[in-house]
């Protein structure tokens, strides 16, 4: 899989553009900024942002080439972003440490999603806030209609709202909904599909 990872963000250009997502953007810009963690942060668009409107962002992914790029990326755009090559399993924080946490896009699969969210939430500091948008288990009609607007294609790493509902019942879920939404995001998030979004606060 890191293969994959590394294939895709090898090239010149950013596989899912520069900008943040839309949903993350909107979200962030009502907090207060402090720390947040962006896991599976491939090519820095959102740690990026965050840090420009004053967060202090920890971010990891383990993809070298994702790396690389963030790290290009926060020095185009003057900001700094603390950017490990890593899983889950290989970082390391004081519970409680963070501020926000942003799952963009991270698809785990069952077999282990239930177990990696609840440990980011050990993470999340009392009346820390969550920001979570992932394609949903409807995503695969409009993928057929559409390769272009990309996503899983294991129907095991889509997720619905009874299973993140599940995930974090331990948060209190500001928002939490099914949407059809238009996705411009690079070359691989392209056209309309089907995805869940999610703000919660501990």
């Known amino acids: 899989m890191k293969d994959f990872w590394n294939a895709r963000y090898a ?3 950013y596989a899912y553009g520069k900008e943040p997502n839309v949903f993350f953007k909107q979200t962030l810009l009502k907090l207060k900024p402090g720390r947040i963690l962006l896991p599976a942060e491939g090519e820095g668009r959102n740690a990026v942002f965050a840090a420009s409107i004053g967060w202090e962002v920890h971010a990891y992914d383990f993809s070298e080439m994702a790396f690389e790029k963030a790290m290009a990326l926060a020095s185009e755009k003057k900001v700094k972003i603390n950017y490990q090559i ?7 924080f004081p519970d409680k440490f963070f501020d926000a946490i942003g799952l963009i896009y991270v698809h785990f699969p069952d077999s282990i999603r239930k177990s990696n969210h609840r440990q980011l939430i050990k993470f999340l500091a009392p009346k820390g806030n969550v920001i979570l948008e992932a394609f949903s288990k409807n995503h695969p009609y409009y993928q057929k209609q559409n390769p272009k607007v990309g996503g899983p294609k294991q129907p095991s790493q889509l997720y619905d709202i009874e299973g993140i509902k599940d995930d974090f019942c ?11 939404i238009e996705l411009s995001e690079g070359s691989f998030h392209l056209g309309k599909t089907s995805v869940i979004r999610m703000q919660g606060k501990k």
């Not at 890593?86 to 970082?91: D, G, K, T, V, Y």
């Not at 331990?170 to 928002?175: E, G, K, M, P, V």
């Open 170 to 180: 331990d948060i209190s879920l500001q928002t939490i909904k099914e949407e059809i």
């Open 86 to 92: 890593a899983s889950l399993s290989e970082i390391e």
């Open 11 to 13: 090239s010149k250009e």
